[in-house]
């Protein structure tokens, strides 16, 4: 196969490096982009102020851009990603790759309106451009749990319905949409199953705390309301084949 120019933004982050993993082969240049540019493979680059941004993207013809801050997103995410667009090399770009989040149309949280925002900019950028949604990944609903737990009660929204997905079948399959032609569209990919929290939580519970006793509670407001109706779980595109259970297995 014909190496190919790839960069990779948010190489740091949950999922960076299982993608940066599963996006290596032989014969490539394959970068990391991040504010020092520091470590093997590494150029520096400041989606936050667009500092070295050019030069970090020449010759790039695959980006597959991962970064977010969710303390910052309109800044990092949706600036960042125009001056992403800005930056990038349009005679030697061939495929832009953006990780998204499954609901963000429909969930009403502002960082899930600033990763949608972030897609509209890739949208109209005459990019070419795939935009995966992806569900929550297994190791973050670990941590949601854990911190949720107020001494032997785990409090859970009653009601909501989320499909996690290992982080590695995620950065699997983005490697190998980075390696198609652009589509152009929004695709989702989730979990192999739909859970209740409720029974993700005792799941958990009976894994990593025993002492945890799961209650569900109901949880008022519009954001409640999208999640009890689905709004967090896949539509259509591929699913993952590591289980909830599976992760919490290992």
Same mark, same amino acid.
């Given at each position: +196969?014909?190496?190919? /120019?790839? =960069?990779?933004?948010?190489?740091?982050?949950?999922?960076?490096?299982?993608?940066?993993?599963?996006?290596?082969?032989?014969?490539?240049?394959?970068?990391?982009?991040?504010?020092?540019?520091?470590?093997?493979?590494?150029?520096?680059? /400041?989606? $936050?102020?667009?500092?070295?941004?050019?030069?970090?993207?020449?010759?790039?013809?695959?980006?597959?851009?991962?970064?977010?801050? @969710?303390?910052?997103?309109?800044?990092? /995410?949706?600036?960042?990603?125009?001056?992403?667009?800005?930056?990038?090399?349009?005679?030697?770009?061939?495929? =832009?790759? #953006?990780?998204?989040?499954?609901?963000? /149309?429909?969930?009403?949280?502002?960082? #899930?309106?600033?990763?949608?925002?972030?897609? %509209?900019?890739?949208?109209?950028?005459?990019?070419?451009?795939?935009?995966?949604?992806?569900?929550? !990944?297994?190791? !973050?609903?670990?941590?949601?749990?854990?911190?949720?737990?107020?001494?032997?009660?785990?409090?859970?929204? +009653?009601?909501?319905?989320? %499909?996690?997905?290992?982080?590695?079948?995620?950065?699997? #399959?983005?490697?190998?949409?980075?390696?198609?032609?652009?589509?152009? &569209?929004?695709?989702? !990919?989730?979990?192999?199953?739909?859970?209740?929290? &409720?029974?993700? $939580?005792? +799941?958990?519970?009976? &894994?990593?705390?025993?002492?945890?006793?799961?209650?569900?509670?109901? !949880?008022?407001?519009?954001?409640?309301?999208?999640?009890?109706?689905?709004?967090?779980? @896949?539509?259509?595109?591929?699913?993952?084949?590591?289980? #909830?259970?599976?992760?919490?297995?290992?």
């Amino acid at each position: +196969m014909v190496p190919v /120019d790839l =960069l990779v933004t948010g190489a740091s982050g949950r999922l960076g490096p299982s993608l940066v993993q599963a996006l290596h082969r032989d014969g490539d240049r394959l970068r990391q982009l991040s504010r020092r540019g520091t470590g093997p493979d590494a150029v520096r680059g /400041d989606l $936050a102020t667009g500092a070295d941004l050019p030069a970090a993207l020449a010759g790039a013809e695959v980006v597959v851009h991962a970064a977010s801050d @969710p303390r910052n997103a309109w800044a990092v /995410d949706v600036a960042g990603t125009r001056r992403l667009v800005q930056s990038v090399d349009r005679g030697r770009l061939q495929h =832009l790759v #953006y990780v998204s989040i499954v609901g963000v /149309d429909r969930i009403p949280w502002s960082y #899930y309106r600033a990763k949608y925002a972030t897609e %509209q900019v890739l949208l109209a950028s005459g990019l070419p451009v795939t935009i995966v949604r992806v569900t929550q !990944f297994h190791g !973050f609903v670990d941590e949601l749990l854990a911190t949720a737990r107020k001494g032997p009660v785990l409090p859970v929204p +009653m009601g909501w319905r989320v %499909q996690p997905v290992d982080v590695a079948d995620a950065a699997r #399959y983005l490697a190998g949409v980075a390696r198609q032609a652009p589509s152009g &569209a929004i695709v989702d !990919f989730g979990g192999p199953e739909e859970l209740a929290v &409720a029974d993700l $939580a005792r +799941m958990w519970a009976a &894994a990593r705390e025993p002492g945890a006793h799961v209650v569900s509670t109901p !949880f008022p407001g519009r954001l409640s309301s999208a999640l009890r109706d689905g709004a967090a779980l @896949p539509i259509g595109g591929e699913r993952g084949q590591r289980s #909830y259970a599976d992760h919490l297995a290992a």
